[in-house]
């Protein structure tokens, strides 16, 4: 039996989507419930789930064969998994954001984001000497309250920005979510694991044309 680990909340549903797409037969208990481990014995998987921001951690343990989790999570845990398929659900990016026409403190500008790593790189890579202040969620709020002079968030349709009278300054990177793997299942389950990226990436082509 493989394990999978599932991103739980906004890429879940999608991420279920796309396997049932993909002819996997996945039980009514994907929709609703809290259970947290799920076992789907006609496929001989198992799925866990996570949150997303853990899926790369249970995969680099090697207590998950395989994972789904965002671009933006992959790039600032830097785990020691492989990417094997972009999946192109969950679309969004990332950008810096802040209130309008404000221009950053020239000394040490504060930056609250919750991805500190992404966000401290970002600026360097600009020359940018900055103050990273990392939070949990709501990031949206730092500048709205004088915690910090830009963020550095996720835009998915751009309504929290908005609601909160926000605008984005620059766009940083595209994000999307990718099944990724653990090097060491990778090399023990390789025709399992390729069965299912080819199931896989098949409706993905297929969505694309
Ligand atoms: C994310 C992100 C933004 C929002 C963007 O937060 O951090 O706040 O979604 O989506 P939008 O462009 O569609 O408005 P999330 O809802 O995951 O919650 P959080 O504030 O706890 O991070």
């Given at each position: 039996?493989?394990?999978?680990?599932?991103?739980?909340?906004?890429?879940?549903?999608?991420?279920?989507?796309?396997?049932?797409?993909?002819?996997?037969?996945?039980?009514?208990?994907f929709?609703?419930?809290?259970?947290?481990?799920?076992?789907?014995?006609?496929?001989?998987?198992?799925?866990?789930?996570?949150?997303?921001?853990?899926?790369?951690?249970?995969?680099?343990?090697?207590?998950?064969?395989?994972?789904?989790?965002?671009?933006?999570?992959?790039?600032?845990?830097?785990?020691?998994?492989?990417?094997?398929?972009?999946?192109?659900?969950?679309?969004?990016?990332?950008?810096?954001?802040?209130?309008?026409?404000?221009?950053?403190?020239?000394?040490?500008?504060?930056?609250?984001?919750?991805?500190?790593?992404?966000?401290?790189?970002?600026?360097?890579?600009?020359?940018?000497?900055?103050?990273?202040?990392?939070?949990?969620?709501?990031?949206?709020?730092?500048?709205?309250?004088g915690?910090?002079?830009?963020?550095?968030?996720?835009?998915?349709?751009?309504?929290?920005?908005?609601?909160?009278?926000?605008?984005?300054?620059?766009?940083?990177?595209?994000?999307?979510?990718?099944?990724?793997?653990?090097?060491?299942?990778?090399?023990?389950?390789?025709?399992?694991?390729?069965?299912?990226?080819?199931r896989?990436?098949?409706?993905?082509?297929?969505?694309?044309?």
């Open positions: 039996m493989l394990t999978i680990a599932m991103p739980k909340g906004r890429i879940f549903e999608e991420a279920v989507g796309l396997m049932r797409e993909a002819d996997f037969q996945l039980p009514e208990e929709n609703e419930g809290r259970k947290l481990i799920i076992e789907v014995p006609n496929e001989q998987l198992r799925f866990i789930l996570a949150k997303p921001t853990d899926v790369a951690t249970y995969v680099e343990h090697g207590v998950a064969d395989l994972g789904i989790a965002g671009k933006d999570v992959l790039l600032e845990e830097d785990r020691v998994v492989y990417e094997l398929v972009d999946l192109k659900i969950s679309e969004c990016y990332l950008a810096v954001a802040g209130l309008p026409n404000t221009e950053m403190s020239t000394v040490a500008p504060r930056i609250a984001t919750k991805y500190p790593r992404i966000a401290t790189n970002y600026f360097r890579e600009q020359g940018e000497q900055v103050e990273i202040i990392p939070l949990n969620g709501s990031i949206e709020l730092a500048p709205l309250i915690l910090a002079d830009r963020i550095v968030d996720i835009v998915s349709t751009g309504r929290t920005l908005v609601e909160n009278g926000l605008v984005e300054y620059e766009k940083m990177i595209e994000v999307t979510s990718r099944l990724i793997v653990n090097p060491v299942s990778y090399r023990i389950h390789d025709e399992r694991i390729e069965e299912i990226v080819d896989l990436s098949a409706v993905i082509e297929r969505k694309e044309m």
